[in-house]
């Protein structure tokens, strides 16, 4: 993470925001960036005129997904996830920029006509704090104003309960979480939080999918300070690998990178801006438990380590537990991976407990059974090829 910087960030963010919801800014966003033009065609122009982003994440969503947008601005991405996730998913958009929320919000009807269903709403929130719904908050100032110190205090207390007791967006209730070309714009200090906001709210087996802004080094202290690099996504963005390692820090797997720019968005004093579409898991936690089950990595590499440390080799049947086995054989990696299930299954309660702190390869005994000594005749269907002649 970068260090702390002088001024205040997020103010200059929201008025730089707020003005370009006014008057277009081209240069908030990448010109380059490509939509599905079936999905645009019904999305509002106002809305499209004045959407910032360097990516489109709404290429990895699913029908029936449950959809967080964070910084949603106009509502752009909103609009075409809506689309994509169907009547029988939900899209949820948050950003703390009330001109950009009225241009979102302001349309919702006619395009739910358009689509024939209404899946969508919008929040307003710091994307940091994702527990805090700030109109609830100001509901509450018009009724206590902040007058003094005290005034100050109780406002704090009473948004410590919000936060607990009726959550903005509750933990591990979205299936996926999008966002486009707004992390960058967060606080250096708030960005480790940012991270475990997104962890807290997916639920198990759900995903991040990303785009946004790195560099390939370091932002120097000076351009952190200049407001415009910042509100302009150039200055606040992280470092590439820093970036991935944000998600890692938290607890995400699988983190790849989707969509990566072959040329620089931006180069300032040197240092290179590109965009990056970044996806990662949520649900490696739980205990570790033996069912004698392996996985054998295909290659093309000699060996790979995962994100937990385990090494798998080429070719070889690894030992896993049956948590590590189900994330293998999911996405992203079935791909890669052939699953070596045991001849007879284990049942999770008859199953104990399996040492994940260190690499160990399974024997085929250990997964057919040592007694197992069948002879069975040719099958000729589990030939490499449906036309090869078996032999």
């Keep these: 993470m970068v260090d702390t910087i002088s001024g205040n960030t997020e103010t200059n963010v929201r008025r730089r925001y707020a003005d370009a919801a006014v008057k277009v800014e081209p240069q908030l966003c990448c010109a380059s960036t490509e939509y599905d033009d079936n999905l645009l065609d019904n999305v509002p122009r106002e809305v499209v005129e004045v959407d910032y982003g360097c990516g489109d994440p709404t290429r990895w969503l699913q029908p029936g997904d449950t959809v967080l947008d964070l910084g949603s601005g106009s509502g752009k991405v909103c609009y075409l996830a809506a689309q994509v996730v169907g009547g029988e998913g939900r899209v ?34 710091r994307i940091q704090d994702l527990a805090l719904d700030l109109e609830v908050l100001e509901a509450w100032l018009g009724d206590h104003p902040v007058q003094s110190a005290d005034d100050y205090l109780a406002m704090q207390e009473h948004a410590a309960g919000l936060r607990a007791a009726q959550p903005m967006i509750p933990s591990d209730s979205i299936g996926c979480i999008v966002s486009n070309c707004v992390l960058n714009l967060v606080q250096p200090a708030d960005k480790r939080q940012l991270f475990a906001e997104m962890y807290r709210v997916l639920r198990r087996g759900g995903r991040c999918v990303i785009s946004d802004i790195v560099s390939d080094e370091a932002v120097p202290a000076h351009l952190q300070r200049d407001p415009e690099l910042w509100s302009g996504c150039i ?51 739980g205990p570790c438990l033996d069912r004698n089950q392996a996985v054998i990595y295909k290659g093309p590499w000699k060996a790979v380590v995962d994100d937990d440390g385990h090494t798998l080799y080429r070719g070889e049947p690894m030992a896993v537990c049956d948590k590590t086995f189900n994330i293998y054989t999911g996405v992203p990696y079935a791909a890669d991976i052939a699953a070596v299930p045991p001849r007879q299954d284990v049942p999770l309660d ?42």
Excluded at 99 to 107: E, G, S
Excluded at 239 to 260: K, P, S, T, W
Excluded at 358 to 379: F, L, V
């Design 92 to 125: 949820v958009g948050v950003d703390f920029n009330e001109p950009m929320l009225a241009i979102a919000r302001k349309h919702q009807r006619e395009f739910a006509g358009r689509i024939g269903y209404d899946n969508l709403s919008f929040k307003k929130g």
């Design 350 to 391: 008859a199953a104990g407990p399996f040492d994940c702190r260190k690499d160990s390869r399974r024997t085929p005994r250990q997964t057919k059974g040592q007694a197992y000594r069948e002879t069975i005749a040719a099958d000729t269907g589990a030939c490499c090829s449906p036309d090869a002649d078996c032999c």
């Design 235 to 285: 200055s606040g963005a992280l470092r590439e690998d820093a970036f991935l390692g944000a998600f890692e820090e938290v607890g995400f797997y699988g983190i790849e990178i989707l969509e990566r720019g072959d040329r620089p968005w931006h180069t300032v004093e040197g240092i290179e801006f590109r965009s990056v579409t970044v996806r990662a898991f949520k649900g490696k936690e």
